[in-house]
């Protein structure tokens, strides 16, 4: 492959989608969704339990289960989409039928007002549906539009676009929401509402300049039974090679356990803030704000460590903060603590979300001609890993009536990923 200069106009355009996307990842499933997801579903005397479809459940427990069936489902239709997406070439068309799944899903929420909670929490999930599945397409295609001495570096730089990019419109929410009569919304309410009309609207606008401008020859087809199973043989082809590789496979091990942890947190930390240190609204929105600019920070500080140690150095560094991160959540009392603990997690995010990505492309062997297959086989990877979290999570608040206990139960999420990145061989 001949190489590509960081700053050429399909590596931008690629980054672009980042920037596109990640407004739903911070002002639905972060910072306002949830907040007003918790608000509209709880009564005045602080009862939390709603009815979804006849059955009584916790409002946030009800929200980790969907979180859960949605990355379930994922995980199903996956291998199917791209196998029908390899075998054709054309992974761009289900880039964009996620894309405008996700989007459509989000501008829909603006009738989500509390007392339909079946509607609400089906559009959460295929919002989620479209955003995650988007992402196996796009990420697809790091290698086809880079060399692997840049891998790091643009990965870091798709997820700083992300960040700043939904900075923005978190920023311009919140003014929004605050100033809502100066606006002409009746309420806050209203306002908030809007915002995620907002979120849908730039998601589909910047992500046609990823659609312009990425290249991709699609191959005609016909659809039949062997184009549908193709996608579950290339797994088990995928598996079956990764067996035999053993730093590969020792390294999707850590991947997996790891991310059950990261992503967890990510998901519930607004619910956290607001049910055990009884956070405002507003102060915790302005603190999941913080935490996007400093993972700008760590996205490019952590490649700048992996430059210098390598890579694995960072990512044990990181699993090992992560494991402090939720020993000292459990003890976690006032508000500061919690923004002291939120600054940490930033730029935890920031590194180990683009050096996860960057690495993983790093152990893909030379040889293959599409890495569809194999970032399906790490996408899937990570539905799992998100399915088992975020219902772990559930699970142990519905029994002990704490997020504190599932928090600390993620960490032996982290010691095992820690344990299996630890025998990896990653070159530097």
């Not at 952590?302 to 991160?325: D, E, H, P, Q």
Request: charged share 10%; net charge positive; aromatic share 18%.
């Amino acid at each position: 492959m001949s190489s590509i200069k960081p700053n050429s106009k399909v590596v931008n355009a690629w980054c672009i989608y980042d920037w596109a996307n990640s407004v739903y990842s911070l002002v639905i499933t972060t910072a306002i969704f949830p907040l007003y997801y918790n608000a509209v579903t709880t009564t005045s005397d602080n009862n939390y339990i709603v009815s979804f479809f006849g059955f009584e459940i916790v409002n946030s427990v009800l929200y980790s289960y969907s979180l859960s069936f949605s990355f379930l489902i994922l995980t199903i239709i996956q291998p199917i989409l791209s196998g029908i997406a390899d075998y054709s070439g054309n992974k761009k068309f289900f880039l964009r039928i996620f894309m405008y799944l996700g989007s459509i899903s989000c501008m829909s929420l603006y009738f989500f007002e509390g007392d339909n909670v079946e509607y609400g929490i089906i559009l959460s999930v295929l919002a989620s549906i479209g955003f995650t599945g988007s992402l196996v397409f796009y990420n697809a295609f790091l290698p086809e539009i880079s060399t692997p001495n840049n891998f790091d570096k643009i990965s870091a730089r798709g997820y700083s676009f992300g960040y700043v990019g939904s900075v923005i419109l978190l920023v311009i929410c919140l003014i929004l929401i605050q100033s809502f009569d100066f606006f002409g919304f009746e309420s806050s309410k209203e306002a908030t509402k809007f915002t995620f009309l907002l979120v849908g609207i730039w998601w589909i606008l910047f992500a046609q300049i990823t659609l312009f401008y990425l290249p991709e020859k699609p191959k005609k087809m016909v659809l039949n039974r062997t184009i549908l199973t193709y996608g579950m043989k290339e797994l088990i082809k995928v598996w079956n090679y990764i067996k035999g590789v053993k730093h590969l496979k020792l390294y999707l091990l850590s991947y997996f356990f790891y991310s059950m942890g990261v992503q967890t947190i990510m998901l519930v930390a607004s619910y956290f803030g607001d049910k055990e240190i009884n956070l405002d609204q507003n102060k915790l929105i302005f603190t999941i704000l913080i935490i996007q600019l400093i993972a700008i920070f760590g996205a490019y500080f952590f490649a700048y460590v992996s430059r210098l140690k390598g890579n694995k150095f960072s990512l044990i560094t990181m699993n090992i903060c992560w494991i402090i991160v939720c020993l000292t959540a459990y003890f976690t009392n006032n508000e500061y603590q919690f923004y002291l603990l939120a600054a940490v997690v930033g730029i935890l995010m920031g590194g180990i979300q683009s050096l996860s990505r960057s690495t993983f492309s790093k152990l893909l062997p030379k040889e293959i001609g599409d890495n569809a297959s194999f970032f399906n086989f790490y996408g899937i990877s990570y539905n799992i890993s998100v399915v088992i979290g975020t219902f772990s999570y559930g699970y142990i608040e519905q029994v002990t009536g704490s997020m504190r206990s599932g928090v600390l139960a993620l960490t032996f999420f982290f010691i095992v990923g820690l344990f299996f990145l630890i025998r990896t061989q990653i070159k530097k």
